[in-house]
């Protein structure tokens, strides 16, 4: 899986390729997924398996995003485990999420409007309230997503948001130190730079 400001740069890219779809509402999509930590869904219920790009939706943009989403969490994680990251870190929890954050920090810059989501994320589609997720909890998740988008990544924010999903707040302070530790690591970094080109 990948981290929500990964998503909208890994997604515009495909948004761009695929063309045919509006971006408001994929961009809605492609973060509504991740919406089950805070609302306490399965991963079943919000996620998509044995995803490929030639089977993104046409006909929906906010289905269209949801399915990039998912596209992208299988795709991502594929190539970093090819590049060999899991030669150089444990596959557990802490390790993997701090490279979801770390990868947050290199996609940032790559991305130039972090405004127009914020103003995106205004807004709240109809596709979301068919899940059961009440429009509370939607907008909760929006307001934290602009936060985080228009501030940008940072120890501090990454413990708010880790706890907000209910991370303890020891582990969600050692997945952040870690996290701002592996910026040191050119080799990880590397892997994040080759996965954003090859997706």
Known sequence: MASQITHIVYGKKIFDRIGGHDWHDFV???VFPDIRYIAKLKRDDTHIYNTSEDQIPRNN???AGFYTHCF??????SLLASYGLYNLIPRDYLHVTAVKLLEDTITYPLFN????ICQI????????KTYGVSH???RGWHDELSNYMEKGPSEELWESLLTDIEIPSVTAKQIATL??????EE?????????YKAI
């Open 72 to 77: 992208v969490d299988e795709k991502r994680e």
């Open 113 to 116: 409007d972090w405004k127009s």
């Open 136 to 138: 509370e909890v939607i």
């Open 187 to 195: 080799k990880i970094c590397d892997m994040i730079r080759e996965v």
């Open 28 to 30: 809605i999509g492609t």
């Open 121 to 128: 994320l205004k807004d709240i589609s109809e596709e979301e």
């Open 61 to 63: 943009s906010f289905n």
């Open 179 to 184: 996290a701002s530790s592996f910026t040191a």
